[in-house]
């Protein structure tokens, strides 16, 4: 089969690989979209050290059986389906708990680090256990499918904190998770969001998406916008969905004595906290993981447009373009958000 391998760091190559084998509970998944994430985009220079080369990323994908393993109840060939991109065991106790997202045996497909190497979705074919599987709404596209576990994410994250209708929410960062996010906000009920974001052109989107304040860090102040629209007292609740100091800083400052901070965003691994403010402000802050069975919910709304994929979708493109796709992505080029690739 043709796949998108990670030969080394920075350079990524189309070549013939083995179909991969099966188990008796797995099934093979034709895949026929799979979308560049960003973590892909800046594990590829070995920046985050999860993508050690050679590996086949790729994580958000959808596809059609094309096998099953002998144990599998409940499925068969030709079934269109989308899967988790956490594999996890189900016997440890965070699974039996519910929380899978936080495994103690968690495998993600396309991510090669120290503690293991699992083979991604870059491929014509994947090999996936059928516990990960989610059948897919009658008409909803591949390529919509395929982002269904970025809006997982963000439908995760809201549900880690109480949301009222009329909270002031602030959402830092529009890119992807953050556009995700102000959708599963509106999604929530929540009628006033603020989006932040150095792109004016993500901004224009995140406001056709639901958010009713924009602010750029580059043109305004945006604490004292944000002290301004929320009289003086700061927002009730902030999503970080960057993951860098400054960032996270924000977020922390933006939000009211006793308000939530949900942090998503995870691109550096260590970030300086104002403790004293957390502290006597009194602030909660959450972390976000993953998704926990967010996937049914999520290819729902998708269903039923209450959450819109293709206002993220910048292109569609063969597998073959792959290589080319990656580096304007990697170079930052202007306009580009999502691109989904097609074995």
Not at 126 to 153: K, N, T
Not at 186 to 212: F, H, K, P, Q, Y
Not at 284 to 290: D, I, P, R, V, Y
């Amino acid at each position: 089969m043709k796949a998108l391998v990670l030969k080394e760091y920075r350079r990524l190559v189309v070549e013939d690989v083995p179909v991969p084998a099966i188990g008796a509970s797995d099934v093979l998944v034709a895949v026929k979209a799979c979308g560049i994430c960003g973590s892909d985009v800046h594990g590829m220079d070995g920046s985050t050290g999860r993508r050690r080369p050679p590996v086949i990323m790729g994580h958000e994908a959808s596809g059609v059986i094309a096998r099953i393993g002998d144990a599998v109840d409940g499925w068969k060939v030709g079934d269109r389906v989308t899967f988790d991109s956490t594999i996890w065991c189900g016997h440890c106790e965070f699974c039996r708990r519910g929380q899978v997202n936080l495994c103690n045996n968690r495998r993600v497909f396309g991510v090669s680090c120290e503690e293991y190497r699992q083979q991604g979705a870059f491929a014509e074919f994947v090999a996936v256990p059928q516990r990960l599987l989610y059948r897919l709404p009658e008409g909803l596209p591949f390529e919509h499918a395929a982002l269904v576990e970025p809006f997982s994410i963000a439908v995760h994250a809201t549900r880690r904190v109480t949301l009222n209708r009329d909270d002031r929410c602030v959402v830092v960062g529009a890119g992807m998770i953050g556009l995700a996010l102000i959708q599963a906000l509106r999604v929530a009920g929540c009628e006033r969001i603020i989006a932040v974001d150095v792109v004016s052109e993500r901004l224009a989107l995140a406001e056709t998406l639901g958010a009713t304040t924009l602010l750029n860090p580059a043109t305004t102040d945006v604490l004292k916008d944000i002290l301004r629209w929320t009289n003086g007292s700061g927002a009730d609740v902030a999503f970080e969905a960057v993951g860098v100091a400054s960032t996270v800083d924000l977020a922390v400052q933006s939000v009211r004595k006793g308000g939530s901070v949900t942090l998503v965003g995870n691109a550096a691994p260590q970030v300086h906290l104002p403790l004293q403010r957390v502290v006597t402000r009194e602030l909660t802050l959450l972390g976000s993981c993953a998704c926990s069975g967010e996937y049914p919910i999520c290819l729902e709304m998708m269903s039923r447009g209450a959450i819109r994929p293709e206002k993220l979708l910048s292109a569609c493109a063969p597998l073959s373009e792959g290589p080319s796709w990656f580096a304007r992505l990697y170079r930052k080029e202007p306009g580009l958000l999502k691109v989904v690739l097609i074995p």
